[in-house]
């Protein structure tokens, strides 16, 4: 991999991290001038009086989805019957796919409503990820350890996937980048990795980024999700915390987080870091948590590198090895309201919840993963 050229340079650093950790924490500095390499939009010549329309957010050009010519004055339709798929992972507490288990034992709820489920089955299928990574002056400043654990885990991720998996890789600040689109040559993405070298701007907008990527890949067939690598906080979107949170729900799209600067924040807390700022990285981290378990994902808040690998086999299983469900829904008014699902695992003798042992029978934790619900369809669109 081409980020070995990383630990020779923190082998000849040294110590020089563990000097720069709480200044690294602490900076609170506003937007820094854009440099050669930063990965935020250039800046347009003065001449230039065009003027760019951001509510305007074009789809990732991607072979996966091709738009279709369809005359303007031509109204389109949806057939009466809706489908419902919901792919759902079944984890102990050591956060491993536990195989095997039948039908009969997955209820599913919709909006407290039991459903008939018509389609079942565990499924291993190639996935479609979209790295979306911080990359800001505030905590990936040049040869910090931000800078450091950042692309150590963007690189890392990118190892583990398969030659069948398909990944995009988006870096943000200020502004949400593009690096690479969706393709299997992990190439093109090792190659959009090694443009995140200097930061441009201070600021984090993580709201305005998931929303973004989540909505663009909302008509991607297939399994996917979002990683997003980074600390959480998020200091200028335009989208409050409640809104980006509606938005991934309604988007469909599983979102995965690895939280970075756990240590740097022990550290610093020695140092004495003021109140207000652990508090930041508390409320971080809970809208992390939400975002992962509303829509089907994990968070992850791993102290050291040595933790990473384990962390990328974890996302990994839960999201290769999942149980396949498909059903009608009983409510069949097309009202565009938001309809919440819930899977259970149950024993069908008695509806209580199922007790699943292990090889020497004693009782296992499990945790059952699915997205919170999703977006009835408009009568007419």
Known sequence: MKYRFLLAGVAAAGLGFAALLPLDLLAQEGPQPQSGDSVAKPKKPASDTTTTDTTDRPSIPSEFKKPKEIPADTPTFRENATTVTVNVSVLDDHNHFIPRIPTGNFRVLEDGVPQQVSQFG???????????????????????????????????????????????????????????????????????????????????????????????????????????????????????????????????????????????????????????????????????????????????????????????????????DQYTLAYHPTNTARDGKFRHIKVELVNPADNEPLRITNEKGKAVKYQVIARAGYKAPHEVE
């Open 122 to 320: 565990p499924s291993e299928a190639p996935m479609t990820i979209c790295m979306v990574i911080e990359f800001s002056g505030r905590f990936q400043a040049y040869w910090t350890h931000g800078w450091y654990e950042t692309l150590q885990a963007s690189y890392g991720f990118l190892s583990t996937l398969k030659p069948d998996d398909n990944v995009a890789v988006v870096a943000f600040d200020l502004h949400t980048t593009i690096l690479s689109d969706f393709s299997p040559d992990k190439n093109k993405a090792e190659e959009a990795l090694e443009r995140l070298r200097i930061p441009g701007f201070s600021e984090s907008n993580v709201f305005d980024a998931l929303t973004d990527m989540a909505d663009r890949m909302s008509n991607i067939e297939g399994r996917k999700a979002i990683l997003y690598i980074g600390s959480g906080i998020d200091t200028f979107s335009k989208l409050t915390f409640d809104k980006a949170r509606r938005s991934l729900q309604e988007s469909g799209v599983p979102i995965y987080t690895i939280s970075t600067l756990q240590v740097s924040r022990i550290m610093a807390e020695s140092y004495g870091m003021s109140p207000i700022a652990e508090m930041d990285f508390l409320q971080a981290d809970n809208e992390m948590k939400t975002f992962s378990k509303e829509t089907g994902g994990l968070s992850f808040f791993p102290r050291f590198i040595a933790e990473y690998p384990s962390v990328f086999n974890q996302i990994e299983t839960a999201l290769r």
